[in-house]
């Protein structure tokens, strides 16, 4: 099959957009009907573009273009798709509670047990939660700097799905995070709470003999490979979910709201580029890393997870880069895929980001203290979830329920979704590959 290339879509996305303002600014003598019809063949391109790539990314941006236009063109046929982005929503929504019992307890039970890991993976462990928790608050500053969701109003319609959150203590918030029965947990969809019991879960069965752990063993990885391939299947549906989401949020909101969206994406892009400036370069200055080797080495693997929006997916030649860069072999079997569950940098600051982002599209003012708790809550939550596209939106919505914050704002958020998996998910291989380094380093075996 002969390929399209991507400068053709550009080029009629940039046409229609011209026609568009030129009608609207009144420049030439444009009418509305024929700017539209000019727009409606672009988009009757872009489709055609979609089907010959065969590419679930690009078929998500496009699904996010056809949706806008739908909404800008007829808003009251554009609200009633509602339905269609709600199936997607809770569709991932599903998937909660069993990809973080069997990547959890996987990551524990499989690569942390103490007489396998002894002094490598506690060092493992303490570098990662540093690196993530600074990566946490680093997008906690940016997106209070940037105040990206103030100013969003919100429809009547909108307004009466907000949740009735009582107030509560600081004792009643720590209760809370201990699970009485792991069933009702799993119905009321209480994240932190599965991910209290699947660590204790994975403790104890690291704990267990070799024959007796086993067989659980194979089931947590089993299941996190269903798991992964259920993503997988969803994220199928994704580009009919995220058009009817952008469709319904233009024909409420008009195109104003874009601002609000692509204000989102200048802060997390430039929080990942302080991240990787203020923390990542420091850290390889210190361990005297061989840049620019490094940098030519990883250039693929990085480039593999921007285009898949997939860490996994860059597993294998990350490890190849490292293992070529002179990290022994055994420390990057160990280091890259622990890093996996417990390393994700890029996820961690765009879940503290975009959970603020909710909080003010939403008008709730949110203390200094409870931000706090969001990002200890964040920094367990987030543990596991790199190997899937778009999982991070499973935490997202988990995190947004556990602090009664409303969910319509992560509707706004499916439209560039995929635009911000690409940058985070490259700076969650970058970390990944530096760690490897970091620990063969620690261990005096680079």
Request: net charge neutral.
């Amino acid at each position: 099959m002969k390929k399209i290339h991507p400068g053709i879509a550009i080029s009629i996305v940039g046409i229609a957009s011209l026609v568009s303002w030129l009608q609207m600014t009144g420049i030439l003598p444009i009418s509305v009907t024929a700017a539209a019809a000019c727009r409606w063949l672009a988009v009757g391109g872009l489709i055609y573009f979609a089907i010959k790539k065969r590419s679930l990314t690009t078929s998500i941006l496009i699904s996010m273009l056809v949706g806008i236009e739908i909404g800008h063109d007829f808003p009251d046929f554009a609200v009633n798709l509602k339905f269609l982005s709600q199936i997607f929503l809770k569709l991932v929504k599903c998937i909660v509670a069993p990809l973080l019992f069997g990547t959890l307890v996987l990551g524990i039970a499989g690569h942390s047990s103490i007489k396998q890991v002894g002094r490598m993976g506690w060092k493992s462990i303490l570098y990662f939660e540093i690196v993530t928790t600074l990566a946490l608050f680093i997008g906690l500053a940016a997106i209070n700097i940037t105040k990206a969701g103030v100013g969003i109003e919100m429809t009547a319609e909108m307004a009466e799905k907000l949740p009735e959150v009582a107030k509560q203590s600081w004792q009643d918030i720590i209760v809370h995070i201990f699970p009485e029965n792991i069933a009702k947990s799993v119905v009321e969809g209480q994240v932190l709470q599965i991910v209290v019991f699947s660590i204790l879960f994975g403790i104890g069965l690291a704990m267990l003999p070799e024959e007796k752990k086993k067989p659980m063993l194979d089931f947590t990885e089993s299941l996190s490979e269903v798991m992964f391939m259920f993503t997988k299947i969803i994220m199928y549906y994704a580009p009919i979910g995220v058009g009817a989401a952008m469709a319904v949020t233009v024909g409420h909101m008009g195109l104003d709201i874009l601002k609000y969206l692509f204000c989102l994406l200048g802060t997390l892009y430039s929080a990942l580029i302080i991240f990787v400036l203020l923390v990542l370069v420091p850290v390889g200055l210190i361990i005297g890393l061989p840049f620019k080797r490094f940098i030519s080495l990883i250039a693929e693997p990085v480039s593999i997870a921007f285009a898949t929006t997939s860490s996994e997916s860059a597993l294998p030649k990350a490890m190849l880069a490292m293992e070529k860069l002179g990290v022994p072999r055994k420390i990057v079997s160990f280091v890259m895929p622990m890093g996996y569950s417990f390393n994700l940098d890029g996820t961690t600051l765009y879940l503290s980001l975009a959970t603020i982002f909710v909080a003010q599209a939403a008008g709730i003012d949110i203390p200094i203290g409870q931000q706090l708790l969001m990002v200890f809550t964040l920094m367990l939550t987030s543990k596991g979830v790199a190997g899937v596209p778009r999982a991070s939106l499973v935490i997202l919505l988990g995190t947004a329920a556990s602090f009664g914050l409303p969910l319509w704002p992560i509707y706004l958020i499916l439209g560039i979704d995929e635009l911000m998996d690409m940058a985070r998910t490259s700076v969650n291989v970058i970390g990944n590959c530096l760690a490897t380094v970091v620990i063969a380093k620690w261990e005096g075996e680079f």
